[in-house]
């Protein structure tokens, strides 16, 4: 019987013909009925002893396991002393990675909510499109971010409260967590399948599809790539660049560290200057981040200390073999190169460091299989290009959306990534399947930001691709035609990038801009995208009129 009073979650997945088939069939991912995600990670280490041990190091604040436990019950008690939270309840939450930000995650999952964290670049159109899809009534934001969540109010007709934090001390939230006798809270009794997580991942529609995870979902990719792939110690200090509202950020940061009772270092920002600095300053052992950063931290190791590092992950985009052998070259690392998903919730492909084949992504994560599939979902032999399939512990389930069909075929979930298996069973990645731009990390829908720029009143029509990139893997690339009377120059440049920049978060921006007086369109006029990608890539017999 479920705790949920709030039966939004739970009337809202897919019919259960069109899950995913789901595995367990390692004896660590067989959970019991009753089951608390934020008990098991944080209550059961205080109850195990490690209730004065460092859970948490940031440039503001340290905290125990202990200490995270006291603050965690605090923002639980708000919740539902103060707040009225049910279980089933959608809480938003939104600030940078810090103390606050993690212990409001775990609290809203031990009282039997559901987290629905975004990143902090997101705008009030963006931020308020995820509170309508989720019905949400309560949200929690670092007060730094008012201006966007306040922007949002008026088109989010559900939401009824806003909480701002600015330290643990400050803010409304702040103030209700000094009240006498919160310092401890009875979890509610969640079923291992009770919903505790919303993920909102960008569909190449422009429309974000919103991931439904179990608790159950929260501790399998802990016991899964976590114990058997990544194989972190207790001793170890976890640090990368990946908010927490991206699933490969929330595992990095907070899931598998607390699984085993290592520890974490949270940055607000977490540039490559930023970062390698943090390194070295807080000693991190393992390091969660895109190729990207690796690229750029190769090129500062000179003058900066990183020798505490011993593991690192890289995730988001694809690992040029190129960067896998410098990072080797310079650090002695092999960089654990893996596939994740937010419909996964976590990485499913990646082999651990006496396994990599460099080049090749690696090989399923054990609890998960891996094949890959032609159009028609057949199986394809060792060496054929085909469709990504997977299926393990965790799998898709979104929130009412017909686009589950899709993603779920024949009990497998197709990713929407090309890639060869050979031989020995490991997976070599060729292309995205869909008009999915993966920037230094990012994932952008070319459609959205081809929405925002629409709106310009320069604009006619315009077509938005991602373009080869040595530093970032891919650039956003936007194809313009002009209404008449403007002329493209690098102000109008400037002007559409920076109207790109306030609509939407700065990362889907357009680095490069090419005015063009037509676009390839098919005869019904839908726009031909991929004519556009093989302009971006220097395909020389295809060209478009400028």
């Known amino acids: 019987m479920t705790a949920h009073i709030d039966s939004f979650a739970r009337d809202n997945l897919p019919p259960r013909e069109e899950w995913p088939d789901f595995l367990f069939d390692l004896p660590g991912l067989r959970y019991p009925k009753k089951l608390n995600a934020a008990v098991e990670l944080l209550d059961r280490m205080v109850e195990q002893g490690a209730g004065a041990k460092p859970c948490i190091y940031s440039p503001t604040e340290n905290l125990t396991y202990g200490a995270l436990l006291e603050r965690v019950n605090r923002i639980a008690n708000v919740l539902v002393r103060d707040l009225d939270l049910v279980p089933g309840n959608r809480v938003l939450l939104r600030g940078p990675n810090s103390p606050m930000m993690f212990a409001a995650y775990l609290a809203v999952m031990k009282a039997g909510g559901i987290v629905v964290a975004t990143m902090p670049l997101l705008r009030a159109k963006e931020v308020s499109f995820t509170l309508r899809k989720a019905k949400i009534t309560l949200a929690f934001c670092d007060a730094r971010l008012s201006d966007e969540m306040e922007k949002s109010k008026p088109l989010a007709p559900d939401l009824k409260r806003v909480v701002y934090w600015g330290d643990a001390a400050s803010g409304e939230l702040g103030e209700l967590m000094k009240k006498p006798g919160y310092e401890s809270f009875t979890a509610c009794d969640t079923d291992a399948d009770d919903v505790c997580l919303f993920g909102f991942t960008s569909g190449t529609t422009g429309e974000p599809k919103c991931t439904m995870h179990f608790h159950r979902d929260i501790l399998a990719i802990c016991d899964s790539y976590g114990a058997e792939v990544l194989r972190a110690e ?303 890539a220097g395909n020389a017999s295809t060209k478009l009129a400028s």
């Not at 520890?263 to 930023?274: F, G």
């Not at 040029?320 to 310079?330: G, I, L």
């Not at 320069?458 to 035609?481: F, L, M, N, T």
């Not at 002329?487 to 400037?494: F, M, N, R, S």
């Open 234 to 536: 207790p001793s170890d200090r976890f640090i990368g660049s990946a908010p927490l509202a991206f699933t490969f950020g929330l595992g990095g940061h907070m899931l598998f560290p607390m699984r085993i009772g290592a520890s974490t270092i949270l940055l607000e920002k977490a540039s490559p200057d930023e970062l390698i600095a943090a390194i070295g300053k807080f000693g991190a052992t393992v390091c969660f981040t895109a190729p990207t950063a690796y690229r750029a931290i190769l090129g500062k190791l000179a003058t900066h200390e990183i020798s505490s590092l011993r593991k690192c992950v890289s995730a988001g985009e694809p690992l040029p073999k190129a960067t896998w052998d410098a990072w080797r070259a310079a650090t002695g690392i092999k960089i654990m190169d893996g596939i994740g998903s937010t419909e996964m919730l976590h990485i499913f492909i990646g082999s651990p460091e006496d396994e990599i084949r460099p080049g090749a992504t690696g090989r399923p994560v054990p609890g998960y299989q891996a094949k890959v599939v032609d159009g028609d979902g057949r199986d394809l032999p060792a060496g054929e290009v085909g469709r990504l399939a997977v299926r393990g512990p965790t799998g898709c389930r979104y929130l009412s959306d017909a686009r589950q069909r899709k993603y779920v075929q024949h009990g497998w979930n197709v990713t929407g990534d090309t890639y060869m298996c050979d031989a020995d069973g490991y997976f070599w990645y060729q292309a995205r399947s869909d008009d999915m731009i993966i920037s230094a990390g990012y994932n952008i829908a070319g459609p959205e930001v081809e929405s925002v720029l629409l709106t310009h009143p320069a604009v006619a029509e315009c077509g938005v691709v991602g373009a080869p990139c040595p530093e970032r893997g891919q650039i956003v690339k936007a194809y313009i035609v002009l209404r008449a009377g403007h002329t493209g120059d690098a102000v109008l440049t400037k002007a559409l990038q920076d109207y790109v920049k306030a609509e939407v978060a700065p990362y889907k921006y357009p680095r490069a801009i090419e005015y063009v007086t037509t676009l390839p369109r098919t005869d019904t006029g839908k726009l031909q995208r991929f004519r556009l990608r093989e302009v971006a």
